[in-house]
């Protein structure tokens, strides 16, 4: 059984998701502080964050920022702004998705269901490494290799990298990529697929300076041309 953490101050909130979760037969554990909720994540094992960016302790993103450090587990923002930014800043900083409230839990639920078994599906895809032109895609670890070096990449970078690889030259468009790599394509922004493209480059960039892999095709998307 998947064991879900809800960080959130507002208990009603969380009561609601925790309600919605059991009746999926979903186990849901809630804590109301940042602080907190890192320690009991080293303490025990779960499978998914539910994370509010409004907490009394320590800001939203600065718990996911210190889960990215040691984990890949995947997190959900609950934000209460329905500001962009905040969006693109929980996505940036290796989020996996985002609700703004008021929400409907079972829209949760849907969301959470949905991403992990996005996960289990790439996880159980055990093809062996595969080499396109200068990348190395290990399928296994969820890493990938170019020119002979481990790119250090969020979840979402990876999924695009990975995506874009898969069928080299190929222009895929904003909204394609939205749809491979993000669970709830409609309401993502498609800025969020630049912002990570952006990253994406740098990192390919520190790498190798003089060479773009990525192309920007004009109005249409993006490609990779090794
Ligand atoms: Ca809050």
Redo the contacts with the bound molecule.
Sequence with gaps: MSHVLII???SA?ADTLIYAFNEMSIQATHMLLGGDALIELHKNHYDFVLL?????DIS?FDVCKKIRETSQIPILF?T?RNHEIDRIVGLEIGADDYVTKPFSPREVVARVKAILRRIENYSSQANPAKNIFQFVVDELANRIQYQGQFLDLTRYEFLLLKTLISQPHRVFSRRLLMDIVWASAENTLERTVDAHIKTLRAKLRGIHAETEVIVTHRGMGYSLNA
């Design positions: 959130e101050d507002e909130i509010d960016v409004g907490l009394p939203g609950l209460a």
